[in-house]
Nanobody, 126 residues
Framework: QVLLVESGGGLVQAGGSLRLSCAAS????????MAWFRQAPGKEREFVGG????????RYADSVKGRFTISRDNAKNTVYLQMNSLKPEDTAIYYC???????????????????WGQGTQVTVSS
């Protein structure tokens, strides 16, 4: 079992920044491919970005590319999502997810991830 706990959400004005954290505990060895997803009201949960096990490669959805950055600290079992230049359309619940069945591929599909956090709300006001 892997337990994921997100933190760092909140209310921010458009153009502002937030950093989300996702702390993993339980069966955290070896490190896993990690990803962030988000879900806005009335919409499907969508891929935001993901990072490989070493932390030296990441991929992003086009909607956040150039504004969001994912990083990880394997010694602390924590993954981060730095969000800059936030827009009202970034408003959503943000979830982190762990993929334990493949250590190589950063999938954009929800079904590829085995463990999920409870989510943290991000609200961007205009």
């Amino acid at each position: 079992q892997v337990l994921l706990v997100e933190s760092g959400g909140g209310l921010v004005q458009a153009g502002g920044s937030l950093r989300l954290s996702c702390a993993a505990s339980g069966r955290t060895f070896p490190p896993y491919v990690m990803a962030w997803f988000r879900q806005a009201p009335g919409k499907e949960r969508e891929f935001v970005g993901g990072i490989n096990v070493r932390g030296d490669y990441s991929r992003y959805a086009d909607s956040v590319k150039g504004r969001f950055t994912i990083s990880r600290d394997n010694a602390k079992n924590t993954v981060y999502l730095q969000m800059n230049s936030l827009k009202p359309e970034d408003t959503a619940i943000y979830y982190c997810a762990a993929r334990t069945n493949d250590y190589r591929v950063i999938s954009t599909l929800k079904a590829s991830y085995d463990y999920w956090g409870q989510g943290t709300q991000v609200t961007v006001s205009s």
